[in-house]
T-cell receptor, first 113, second 115 residues
Framework: QKEVEQNSGPLSVPEGAIASLNCTYS??????FFWYRQYSGKSPELIMS????GDKEDGRFTAQLNKASQYVSLLIRDSQPSDSATYLC?????????????FGSGTRLSIRP | EPEVTQTPSHQVTQMGQEVILRCVPI?????FYWYRQILGQKVEFLVS????????KSEIFDDQFSVERPDGSNFTLKIRSTKLEDSAMYFC?????????????FGPGTRLTVT
């Protein structure tokens, strides 16, 4: 079982719609969860972090965490063409002395005009 | 806004050669990391570093790899004898602290090509 699983996509969403990205993780002791955006050939850019169950909103982005289901999601409202990228779900590895994070393989999101 | 910087942006080397990848973490950050991403694959943890010593390393980080903080600003990754399979993007990251609620910020990466 993969530690962090994401649907590879591509996920195609019309401009202005809501994009919904999902992630599951295997280690129930994981404590913090991150969404990074990665444009092709570029580095991961942190867009959201979430540590407790429920929703966290930041502008057009909402992260949702359900630890009981080991599930994290990212909603992007009013999707823009500039949101087209690969979205990486990342999980803090518990019991690690220096907060190593484990990445999923990413979901490729395409916003169509 | 403070950011992590990395040099060079692209390094081409021949198999068996030594390479040093350089990073300048965000100035008030204390924890430093190297990750790599082989083309088309996911980002993988290599090593974490704090207080001038390695905190944790992955299976990938074998004896061919080493890290160093030679001065107050730079953080380096050395590969002693490069192999073809070392070709990848190498990302440096830093965080202010080590607890679970400290976020890691990534540099732009160095593309290493081993021929």
């Amino acid at each position: 079982q993969k530690e962090v699983e994401q649907n590879s996509g591509p996920l195609s969403v019309p401009e202005g719609a809501i994009a919904s990205l999902n992630c599951t993780y295997s280690d129930r002791g994981s404590q913090s969860f991150f969404w990074y955006r990665q444009y092709s050939g570029k580095s991961p850019e942190l867009i959201m972090s979430i540590y407790s169950n429920g929703d966290k909103e930041d502008g057009r982005f909402t992260a949702q965490l359900n630890k009981a289901s080991q599930y994290v999601s990212l909603l992007i409202r009013d999707s823009q063409p500039s949101d087209s990228a690969t979205y990486l779900c990342a999980v803090n590895r518990p019991y690690s002395s220096a907060s190593k994070i484990i990445f999923g393989s990413g979901t490729r999101l395409s916003i169509r005009p | 806004e403070p950011e992590v910087t990395q040099t060079p942006s692209h390094q081409v080397t021949q198999m068996g050669q030594e390479v040093i990848l350089r990073c300048v973490p965000i100035s008030n950050h204390l924890y430093f990391y190297w990750y790599r991403q082989i083309l088309g694959q996911k980002v993988e943890f290599l090593v974490s570093f704090y207080n001038n010593e390695i905190s944790e390393k992955s299976e990938i980080f074998d004896d061919q790899f080493s890290v160093e903080r030679p001065d107050g600003s730079n953080f380096t990754l050395k590969i002693r004898s490069t192999k073809l399979e070392d070709s990848a993007m190498y990302f440096c990251a830093s965080s202010e602290g080590r607890g679970v609620d400290y976020e890691q910020y990534f540099g732009p990466g160095t593309r290493l090509t081993v021929t």
